[in-house]
């Protein structure tokens, strides 16, 4: 049997409905891949959360996630850099892209499980608790999850610096960049949703 205790149980089969909406909508999210039998349990994980309570589960979370991240930027984001680079007119463009990618990877690698941890206390029920079994495996799948995501934010904070130096260095108008590339991802976003909605709809017939 599985030692996880009730509360890392409801936070991983939150992570679970989110995780089998995606696949039932025929998407992939890159970085986070499972095997068939992983599958299989995330989706007897997620069966008693409806999608009302998984969606009022994501926006607490948000709200929640949105508050540690200003609080991190109060009390640890600026008192830092203040002490750091005390003349901002003197600060290298790496010293601050390095201060900036450490303090997101604080954020997000701290900040996002807590987050999740407060959000599955809140909205996980006494009767969803109670249906939630461990089995031998959760704790892996657990642990597999936290490496993930603590793996996707390494990246994304790596990336960070080296292309904010790219920026400054070719001395990039970054304002059309933007523009395009989040325009290309609304329609890549669209594309994928109506592809999955059409082979959802293939299957259902």
Same mark, same amino acid.
């Given at each position: 049997?599985? !030692?996880?205790?009730?509360?890392?149980?409801?936070?991983?089969?939150?992570?679970?409905?989110?995780?089998?909406?995606?696949?039932?909508?025929?998407?992939?999210?890159?970085?986070?891949?499972?095997?068939?039998?992983?599958?299989?349990?995330?989706?007897?994980?997620?069966?008693?959360?409806?999608?009302?309570?998984?969606?009022?589960?994501?926006? #607490?979370?948000?709200?929640?996630?949105?508050? @540690?991240?200003?609080?991190?930027?109060?009390? #640890?984001?600026?008192?830092?850099?203040?002490?750091?680079?005390?003349?901002?007119?003197?600060?290298?463009?790496?010293?601050?892209?390095?201060?900036?990618?450490?303090?997101?990877?604080?954020?997000?690698?701290?900040?996002?499980?807590?987050?999740?941890?407060?959000?599955?206390?809140?909205?996980?029920?006494?009767?969803?608790?109670?249906?939630?079994?461990?089995?031998?495996?959760?704790?892996?799948?657990?642990?597999?999850?936290?490496?993930?995501?603590?793996?996707?934010?390494?990246?994304?904070?790596?990336?960070?610096?080296? !292309?904010?130096?790219?920026?400054?260095?070719?001395? @990039?108008?970054?304002?059309?960049? @933007?523009?395009?590339?989040?325009?290309?991802?609304?329609?890549?976003?669209?594309?994928? #949703?109506? #592809?999955?909605?059409?082979?959802?709809?293939?299957?259902?017939?």
């Amino acid at each position: 049997m599985s !030692g996880m205790t009730s509360g890392a149980l409801a936070r991983l089969a939150f992570w679970a409905r989110g995780m089998i909406a995606i696949q039932d909508a025929r998407m992939e999210w890159p970085g986070f891949s499972y095997t068939d039998a992983e599958w299989a349990r995330m989706r007897v994980l997620a069966t008693p959360i409806g999608a009302g309570r998984y969606q009022l589960f994501t926006m #607490v979370n948000a709200v929640i996630f949105i508050a @540690i991240a200003a609080l991190g930027v109060v009390c #640890v984001f600026l008192p830092l850099a203040t002490l750091l680079f005390p003349v901002p007119a003197e600060t290298s463009a790496l010293k601050f892209s390095a201060l900036l990618a450490a303090y997101a990877f604080l954020v997000i690698g701290i900040g996002l499980p807590i987050s999740m941890r407060l959000s599955s206390i809140l909205l996980a029920s006494r009767e969803m608790r109670a249906s939630l079994v461990a089995e031998a495996g959760d704790e892996a799948l657990a642990a597999k999850v936290s490496w993930q995501i603590n793996r996707i934010t390494l990246i994304m904070c790596g990336l960070l610096v080296p !292309g904010i130096l790219l920026f400054i260095a070719c001395d @990039i108008d970054a304002g059309p960049i @933007i523009t395009t590339l989040k325009w290309l991802a609304i329609v890549l976003m669209a594309v994928s #949703v109506a #592809v999955g909605a059409l082979q959802q709809r293939k299957r259902s017939q």
